[in-house]
């Protein structure tokens, strides 16, 4: 693919595209919160928000979402965090609360993150979605792959480049929640988790 550069006018184009497709919340949570993820390619990140969503009041932002829409127009993915981010904004300027479907865990990202937390005044809900390796590979080699990978090599190549650029990065992140989505107990994993997130986030003043 031929690399352009992206214009302000195609940057905004896209998000108040993104925008208009979103499905808000039909209440905003008392408290407004990011929801960050921080997990490897194929740990199950946006199956794990796609749950908490429906028992938590949030918005889901999705990296792969603007990935998808950018490729869709002939350009690279470099913007696809800045989009990213932009919408994050964007909504929590409206006061929602917002989950990062992306893995938060690295450096760039959590600066980011942490600006618009004190930005918003809002609190920060750092969870960890760790599966067995074995688990996120048997995932990739049968994932049916359409815009993303080109097939099963591809994906786990992507899979073990990230895993040697991410490294130890996360290690010292409070997370509030693990999940192993490998496990067959996903929906008792959520639950336990919303109670845990729900009561932090009722307790907590933020900072």
């Known amino acids: 693919m031929t690399e352009r550069n992206l214009s302000k006018k195609v940057f905004n184009d896209i998000l108040c595209n993104y925008a208009e497709e979103i499905a808000l919340p039909a209440e905003k949570f008392p408290k407004q919160f990011f929801l960050c993820p921080v997990g490897l390619i194929g740990a199950g990140k946006s199956t794990v928000l796609e749950h908490l969503a429906k028992h938590i009041s949030i918005i889901i932002v999705?990296?792969?979402?603007?990935?998808?829409?950018?490729?869709?127009?002939?350009?690279?993915?470099?913007?696809?965090?800045?989009?990213?981010?932009?919408?994050?904004?964007?909504?929590?300027?409206?006061?929602?609360?917002?989950?990062?479907?992306?893995?938060?865990?690295?450096p760039e990202k959590k600066q980011k993150i942490e600006n618009l937390a004190r930005e918003f005044r809002a609190q920060i809900i750092w969870i960890h979605v760790n599966p067995p390796e074995q688990y996120i590979k048997n995932k990739?080699?049968?994932?049916?792959?359409?815009?993303?990978?080109?097939?099963?090599?591809?994906?786990?190549?992507?899979?073990?480049?990230?895993?040697?650029?991410?490294?130890?990065?996360?290690?010292?992140?409070?997370?509030?929640?693990?999940?192993?989505?490998?496990?067959?107990?996903?929906?008792?994993?959520?639950?336990?988790?919303?109670?845990?997130?729900?009561?932090?986030?009722?307790?907590?003043?933020?900072?």
């Open 62 to 106: 999705s990296t792969d979402d603007f990935r998808q829409k950018l490729k869709a127009l002939g350009y690279g993915y470099e913007s696809a965090s800045d989009l990213t981010f932009a919408a994050v904004s964007h909504f929590s300027s409206k006061g929602y609360s917002v989950a990062l479907d992306t893995n938060c865990g690295r």
């Open 140 to 207: 990739l080699q049968n994932f049916k792959h359409t815009w993303l990978f080109r097939d099963a090599r591809h994906g786990l190549e992507n899979y073990h480049n990230y895993k040697i650029a991410v490294g130890r990065e996360q290690t010292k992140i409070p997370f509030l929640f693990t999940f192993d989505p490998s496990r067959s107990d996903l929906e008792k994993q959520i639950g336990e988790a919303v109670l845990v997130i729900k009561t932090h986030l009722l307790r907590e003043k933020p900072s």
